[in-house]
C-alpha cells in the first residue's frame, strides 16, 4: 500500500526554466510533508517542508505547495539550475509520530 | 558541527550470516532512525531510538533490531540474511523524540549486499 505516491520516474526541464515536482499521498491523517534531494552515494538531504495548516511555504529558489482537499503537494523550484539535477522525495508524517513515509522519487534533470 | 556518519560504506554478507551497521547522529540530536531503501524505492522506515528505548518500529521482522548507546549512536543489527535484504541502508538523526516534527537528518548510509 503505496501511502505517498510520486507518479512520474524522471523530469527534465531546461537551465532557467521551472521545475514542478508532484506528490499525492492517500493517508489522510498526514499532516506534515517534507521534500528531500538524493546525489547519488550521498544520503538525502533535506530541502523544505510543510504543515498542514498552511497551503504554501517558501525558501529561496523553492517553495512547496500544499493542497489537502486532493491530498496533493507539489515543490517549485525556480529558477532550475543544473546543481538541481537529483532525485527528489516527497515524505510525511503525522505530527508526534516517528515514521516518515516515502514516495519513490523523481529523477529532475536540468538541461543546460 | 558533525553530520550524521554510518559505517562501513559498503559490505558484503552470504544468506544467513548477521551483519551490524553502525550509526554517528549529528551534535545535539537524541534521536536515531533507520531505513531501508531498496532499489527503485524510497527509504522505507525500519524503527527509531530516542534517548536509548526503541520509540517505534515499521514492518519488519524481529531478526531486524537495534541499539541505541549514550552517546546517541546506534547500531542496526540483521540476523539471518536474506536475499532481499540486499539494500542501502539509512540513519537519520533528529532532535526532541516523536513528541516534535522535527526534520530528519541522513547520513550516506552502508550498501548492503547479500549474496
Known amino acids: 500500500d503505496q501511502q505517498v505516491k510520486q507518479n512520474s520516474p524522471s523530469l527534465s526541464v531546461q537551465e532557467g526554466r521551472i521545475s514542478i515536482l508532484n506528490c499525492d499521498y492517500t493517508n489522510s491523517m498526514f499532516d506534515y510533508f517534507l521534500w528531500y534531494k538524493k546525489y547519488p552515494a550521498e544520503g538525502p538531504t533535506f530541502l523544505i517542508s510543510i504543515s498542514s495548516i498552511k497551503d504554501k511555504n517558501e525558501d529561496g529558489r523553492f517553495t512547496v505547495f500544499l493542497n489537502k482537499s486532493a491530498k496533493h503537494l507539489s515543490l517549485h523550484i525556480v529558477p532550475s539550475q543544473p546543481g538541481d539535477s537529483a532525485v527528489y522525495f516527497c515524505a510525511a508524517k503525522n505530527f508526534g509520530n516517528e515514521k516518515l513515509t516515502f514516495g519513490t522519487g523523481t529523477r529532475l534533470t536540468i538541461i543546460p | 558541527e558533525t553530520g550524521v556518519t554510518q559505517s562501513p560504506t559498503h559490505l558484503i554478507k552470504t544468506r544467513g550470516q548477521q551483519v551490524t551497521l553502525r550509526c554517528s547522529s549529528q551534535?545535539?540530536?537524541?534521536?536515531v532512525s533507520w531505513y531501508q531503501q531498496a532499489l527503485g524505492q524510497g527509504p522505507q522506515f525500519i524503527f527509531q531510538?530516542?534517548?536509548?528505548?526503541?520509540?517505534g518500529r515499521g514492518n519488519f521482522p524481529p531478526r531486524f533490531s537495534g541499539l541505541q548507546f549514550p552517546n546517541y549512536s546506534s547500531e542496526l543489527n540483521v540476523n539471518a540474511l536474506e536475499l532481499d535484504d540486499s539494500a542501502l541502508y539509512l540513519c537519520?538523526?533528529?532532535?526532541?523524540?516523536?513528541?516534535?516534527?522535527?526534520?530528519?537528518?541522513f547520513g550516506p548510509g552502508t550498501r548492503l549486499t547479500v549474496l
Open positions: 531510538y530516542y534517548r536509548e528505548e526503541e520509540n
Open positions: 551534535s545535539g540530536h537524541n534521536t
Open positions: 537519520a538523526s533528529s532532535s526532541g523524540g516523536a513528541l516534535y516534527t522535527d526534520t530528519q537528518y
